[in-house]
């Protein structure tokens, strides 16, 4: 069992940039992979980034792609969001995932833990 707690939320600028944070407990954190979506207001939870248990291969929504970095340290237990040049459509809450085999990333579905998620708030 994955416990998983973000941080690092915020009120940012548009053009401004925030570090999320994952800290992961209870299992063996370097076989999962681990992931990061968003849900806004109104709409569906929705795949951001994803990086596999060595973090030899990251994926990336085409929405973040170029402008965010997924990151993980399996020693300390951490997995990161580096969000630059936000911008007013990327205020959502943000939130970690945890899978061993995930297969399509982009499917909530076939992620098994989850976090509580962070706000992010993005003013034009």
């Known amino acids: 069992q994955v416990q998983l707690v973000e941080s690092g939320g915020g009120l940012v600028q548009a053009g401004g940039s925030l570090r999320l944070s994952c800290a992961a407990s209870?299992?063996?954190?370097?076989?999962?992979?681990m992931g990061w979506f968003r849900q806004a207001p109104g709409k569906e939870r929705e795949f951001g980034a994803a990086?596999?248990?060595?973090?030899?291969?990251?994926y990336y929504a085409n929405s973040v792609k170029g402008r965010f970095t997924i990151s993980r340290d399996n020693a300390k237990n951490m997995v990161y969001l580096q969000l630059n040049s936000l911008k007013p459509e990327d205020t959502a809450v943000y939130f970690c995932?945890?899978?061993?085999?995930?297969?399509?990333?982009?499917?909530?579905?076939?992620?098994?833990?989850w976090g509580q998620g962070t706000q992010v708030t993005v003013s034009s």
């Open positions: 995932a945890a899978s061993v085999a995930p297969g399509n990333y982009y499917n909530a579905n076939n992620w098994g833990y």
């Open positions: 209870g299992g063996t954190f370097s076989i999962y992979t």
């Open positions: 990086i596999t248990w060595y973090g030899s291969n990251t």
